[in-house]
C-alpha cells in the first residue's frame, strides 16, 4: 500500500526469481516486481486494450505487417499485448515463452489471459534458448516477433547478445518484423543493443520513442522499406487505428521523420 498510493494490493507473492504484486486503482489493474514502476497494467472494464504507451508503440509493427498469421512473444509478463493480438487477429498463433512460472499464474489468474484458446501456446523457458531452439530445431517462422523481457533488475541480459539477434531474424518470414522494447536512457547499453540489431537485419532497424518514457522501441525487418512506402501508409493508418487504439498515426509520423542511412550513422 505504501508503495503504490491509493492502489489496493489484491495479489503478492514471492519466489526464487523475486517478487510479483497487483495492485488495482481505480479501472486499472498492474502487475509490479516489487517496485512501484509497471511491469504490466490492463483496463478492467476492457482487458484487450493496451493501456501502457510503451505496449502502443511496439504495435508500431503493424504498420510494417497488418495482417499476421504467427507471432512470437518473449516476455509474458501481464499479457497485454498477448490479449491484444488475440482480440484483433482471432486466427493468428501465438506462441509465449516466459520465464517465470509465477507469472504465468499470475498473469492467468490475475489478467485474463485464457487458458484454454487453442491459438495461444505458453511455454516456460529462457527467451534466448527458445529462440534458439527455433531456429536450429524447427521449421518454425513468425510475423511478428514481439520482446518484452524485463525483470525489477531490468532488461534479462540472454536477449541483447548478437545471438539473440540472428537468430530472431532467423525464425522471421520474409515479411516478418521484430518489435522489441529498450530502455533508451541507458545510452551505453542502448547503443550496443541497436549496434547488434543493425548488424542482425542488415541495417534495417527503426525507432519509435515512447512518449514521456525512458523506453525505447526497436522495429526491424528482413525486408526493405522505402521513404515512400511508408508515406503511402498515411491513407490505411486512420482506419488501422480507428480499429486498435494504439496511436499507429503518432508511430507512423515518427517513422517517417526519420531518415534510416541517419539512424545507421548514430549506432555505426
Not at 478492467?44 to 511496439?58: D, G, K, R, V
Not at 525486408?223 to 482506419?239: N, Y
Request: charged share 20%; hydrophobic share 40%; net charge negative.
Amino acid at each position: 500500500m505504501r508503495l503504490y498510493g491509493d492502489g489496493m494490493v489484491v495479489h503478492q507473492s514471492q519466489t526464487d526469481e523475486g517478487v510479483i504484486e497487483v495492485v488495482d486503482t481505480g479501472d486499472s489493474r498492474s502487475m509490479h516486481f516489487g517496485t512501484f514502476p509497471r511491469q504490466s497494467s490492463m483496463r478492467i472494464s476492457m482487458p484487450h486494450a493496451l493501456e501502457l504507451s510503451y505496449t502502443q508503440a511496439m504495435m508500431g509493427c503493424l504498420l510494417l505487417n497488418p495482417t499476421p498469421r504467427r507471432a512470437l512473444v518473449v516476455g509474458l509478463g501481464g499479457g497485454s499485448v498477448v490479449k491484444f493480438l488475440l482480440h484483433h487477429f482471432p486466427d493468428c498463433q501465438v506462441d509465449v515463452i516466459e520465464y517465470r512460472q509465477d507469472v504465468i499464474d499470475v498473469a492467468q489468474s490475475y489478467f485474463g489471459v485464457p487458458t484454454d484458446n487453442p491459438n495461444l501456446n505458453i511455454q516456460l523457458g529462457d527467451g534466448y534458448l527458445h529462440v534458439s531452439r527455433c531456429f536450429y530445431d524447427t521449421d518454425l517462422s513468425y510475423d511478428l516477433l514481439l520482446v518484452d523481457a524485463y525483470d525489477h533488475n531490468g532488461m534479462a541480459a540472454s536477449v541483447g547478445v548478437q545471438a539473440f539477434f540472428d537468430a530472431c531474424a532467423g525464425i522471421m518470414t520474409a515479411n516478418g518484423v521484430l518489435s522489441i522494447n529498450l530502455w533508451g536512457s541507458e545510452r551505453a547499453n542502448f547503443n550496443t543493443t541497436m549496434q547488434r540489431i543493425n548488424q542482425s537485419f542488415d541495417n534495417r532497424a527503426m525507432i519509435l520513442p515512447v512518449e514521456n518514457k525512458g523506453n525505447v522501441i526497436a522495429l526491424a525487418t528482413n525486408f526493405d522499406i522505402s521513404h515512400a512506402q511508408l508515406k503511402q501508409l498515411r491513407s490505411k493508418v486512420d482506419d488501422w487505428e480507428m480499429r486498435y487504439q494504439v496511436n499507429l498515426p503518432k508511430a507512423l509520423q515518427n517513422l517517417i521523420r526519420q531518415n534510416r542511412n541517419f539512424i545507421s550513422r548514430l549506432f555505426a
